[in-house]
Structures are given as structure tokens and as C-alpha cells.
């Protein structure tokens, strides 16, 4: 998707630093940092939102979540717990139309969330 932000990002068009990545999914840090440790974990495939993931994603999904808590353990928010956030749509706050997965640490979170 030639127009998608975070395709571009992927295909390295941004010069965005890569935290971390393997065959699946690409990480790098929010440029809106909201926490010492703001991590957005990024899946190659374009998916537009969380609705559009089919049962053959359920191994990607369940890979996204092994590494969250690999680069929770690395980056020592581990211990002291973390948030792991996806927006899903408009009133969800989704504002980049592929999926992504906030990685959050460093600081208490609230709840309710905004
Ligand atoms: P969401 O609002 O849940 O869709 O999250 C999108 C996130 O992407 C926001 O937290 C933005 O700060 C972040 N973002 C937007 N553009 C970039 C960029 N070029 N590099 C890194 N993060 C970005
Ligand atoms: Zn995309």
C-alpha cells in the first residue's frame, strides 16, 4: 500500500530506526512518545484494523505478543508491568490504518484510559 505511512516505514522509505525486527513484524519507537518506553510493534502485512484479522492471522497476533514481552524484558519494564494497546477505529483513537500494537512502560499507567 503505496500510501499506507507504516507500509512505507517497513519498506524503509522514512530512514525510521528499526528497535526491532524478524520475517513478521517491524518495531520502532513512537514518534509521539507517551512513556519512557513507547514501542509500536508493526506487523509486514497490511492489515487496516484489528476487524480485518482472519483466523490465519492468530499465529501473527500470538508472535506480536512474544515480542512485547521479549522487548519488555529488554527494555526492564518487565517487572514493574507495562500496557500493551491496539486503537481499533475512530472512537478507538486508531489514527494510522495499519495495524499496530503500543508497547508502554516506564510509568504507573491510569485507568480508565482517555
Ligand atoms: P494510533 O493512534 O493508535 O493509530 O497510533 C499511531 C501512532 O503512530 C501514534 O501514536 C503516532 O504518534 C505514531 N506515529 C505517527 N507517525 C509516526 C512516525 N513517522 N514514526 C513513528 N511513529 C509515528
Ligand atoms: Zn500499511
Known amino acids: 500500500m503505496s500510501d499506507c505511512l507504516f507500509c512505507n516505514i517497513i519498506a524503509g522509505k522514512m530512514e525510521t530506526e528499526f528497535i526491532y525486527e524478524d520475517d513478521k513484524v517491524v518495531v520502532f519507537?513512537?514518534?509521539n512518545s507517551q512513556a519512557p518506553v513507547h514501542y509500536l510493534i508493526v506487523p509486514r502485512k497490511h492489515v487496516p484494523t484489528i476487524m480485518d484479522l482472519?483466523?490465519?492471522?492468530?499465529?501473527?497476533?500470538?508472535?506480536?505478543y512474544q515480542v512485547a514481552t521479549h522487548l519488555a524484558?529488554?527494555?526492564g519494564i518487565a517487572e514493574d508491568?507495562?500496557?500493551?494497546?491496539?486503537?481499533?477505529?475512530?472512537?478507538g483513537g486508531q489514527s494510522v490504518f495499519h495495524i499496530h500494537f503500543h508497547l508502554l512502560g516506564g510509568r504507573s499507567m491510569q485507568w480508565p484510559p482517555g
Open 29 to 31: 519507537a513512537d514518534i
Open 54 to 64: 482472519k483466523k490465519s492471522d492468530n499465529e501473527l497476533v500470538g508472535h506480536i
Open 81 to 91: 508491568g507495562f500496557r500493551v494497546v491496539s486503537n481499533c477505529g475512530k472512537a
Open 73 to 75: 524484558e529488554e527494555t
